[in-house]
């Protein structure tokens, strides 16, 4: 189990996860570790060979589609339409509200179904508001 929270965090540090979505594939460790899921136990790495094995924790980011998403390209174009669909934030965020801000980072988290790199993500929209 050690091993694979040890991966888990890697994947957190590397950006594949956000902290959010780890909760959520620790989760899914767990509920397999106490099934008895051998397929995937929380207690080493899955079924597959050593040489090029896969870990628990990749399969269960693979599996439900838990990758966060850091493509710059993709979040700009996910930006774009949440800038176009909330004009009101965007002038609020203009006139000096904050609280602006924070809805339309909301506002595209829920549209990458919280998948968004969240750092990134702020960091493109603050881009783009000040252009």
Not at 31 to 50: L, Y
Not at 51 to 56: D, I, M, N
Not at 65 to 75: E, M, N, P, R, V
Not at 91 to 112: D, P, S, V
């Amino acid at each position: 189990m050690a091993d694979q929270l040890a991966l888990l965090l890697q994947r957190i540090a590397d950006g594949t996860v956000s902290n959010k979505i780890a909760k959520e594939v620790f989760a899914e460790m767990w509920t397999r570790g106490k099934s008895g899921d051998k397929t995937g136990s929380i207690t080493g790495v899955s079924t597959v060979g050593a040489a090029g094995s896969v870990s628990l924790v990749d399969e269960i980011i693979e599996a439900k589609g838990l990758k966060q998403i850091s493509d710059s390209g993709a979040l700009e174009a996910i930006i774009d339409e949440v800038l176009a669909a909330n004009a009101k934030s965007v002038e609020e965020f203009r006139a000096g509200k904050e609280k602006a801000f924070n809805a339309l980072i909301g506002q595209a988290m829920k549209a990458t179904k919280g998948k968004a790199n969240p750092g990134q993500l702020t960091d493109l929209l603050k881009k783009k508001l000040a252009s």
